[in-house]
T-cell receptor, first 114, second 110 residues
Framework: KAGVTQTPRYLIKTRGQQVTLSCSPI?????VSWYQQTPGQGLQFLFE???????NKGNFPGRFSGRQFSNSRSEMNVSTLELGDSALYLC?????????????FGPGTRLTVL | QQPVQSPQAVILREGEDAVINCSSS?????VHWYRQKHGEAPVFLMI?????EQKGHEKISASFNEKKQQSSLYLTASQLSYSGTYFC???????????FGTGTSLTVIP
């Protein structure tokens, strides 16, 4: 089975721009979660999507949004980028629930905001 | 709501044992353990659910004290490949969010 894939792997943007990251989950997995990882804050939960609906949401501003398509692929969008948004963005897929099922992480997208 | 892990860092010699702890101030539904090596994505180790169910690798053991909202990961007879940063992840009893702990850096030396 193919693993979780994320595109692009690296991205450089400037302040004020917006960015869209993509995540393709493992085939058959319906839950996709997004995380931000930084040296200072560690791993922080952004949101979880299940069957095209946002099921859970972390404590991030509204500039961070996401969606999930009928094939379970998910995208995350960050608008009006700030320097502090520079981070590794990880997505993870699980069969049904991030609470009770194993999460399989993708390699991440490294976003640098200049 | 972010769980607190201890210790922050530990250095072991091959063959030694280690315990990593994860503590939450909120009632938990599940505790997850992941290991992340430098430059790689986190990899699943174990899930412990309220009520006693566990899912995980055979060589990994962990406990979940529901009364204290604490979990411990036990690494026995450590190998060089155990090196990495260990994270616990917790889902609150109320659901809705998932929080990762602060991480424990573990280094195994020959």
């Amino acid at each position: 089975k193919a693993g979780v894939t994320q595109t692009p792997r690296y991205l450089i943007k400037t302040r004020g721009q917006q960015v869209t990251l993509s995540c393709s989950p493992i085939s058959g997995h319906r839950s996709v979660s997004w995380y931000q990882q930084t040296p200072g804050q560690g791993l922080q939960f952004l949101f979880e999507y299940f069957s095209e609906t946002q099921r859970n949401k972390g404590n991030f501003p509204g500039r961070f949004s996401g969606r999930q398509f009928s094939n379970s692929r998910s995208e995350m969008n960050v608008s009006t980028l700030e320097l502090g948004d520079s981070a590794l963005y990880l997505c993870a897929s699980s069969l049904d629930s991030i609470g009770t099922d194993t999460q399989y992480f993708g390699p991440g997208t490294r976003l640098t905001v200049l | 709501q972010q769980p607190v892990q201890s210790p922050q860092a530990v250095i072991l010699r091959e063959g030694e044992d280690a315990v990593i702890n994860c503590s939450s101030s909120k009632a938990l539904y599940s505790v997850h353990w992941y290991r992340q090596k430098h430059g790689e994505a986190p990899v699943f180790l174990m899930i412990l659910l309220k009520g006693g169910e566990q899912k995980g690798h055979e060589k990994i053991s962990a406990s979940f004290n529901e009364k204290k909202q604490q979990s411990s990961l036990y690494l026995t007879a450590s190998q060089l490949s155990y090196s990495g940063t260990y994270f616990c992840g917790t889902e609150m009893d109320t659901g809705n969010q998932f929080y990762f702990g602060t991480g424990t850096s573990l280094t195994v030396i020959p």
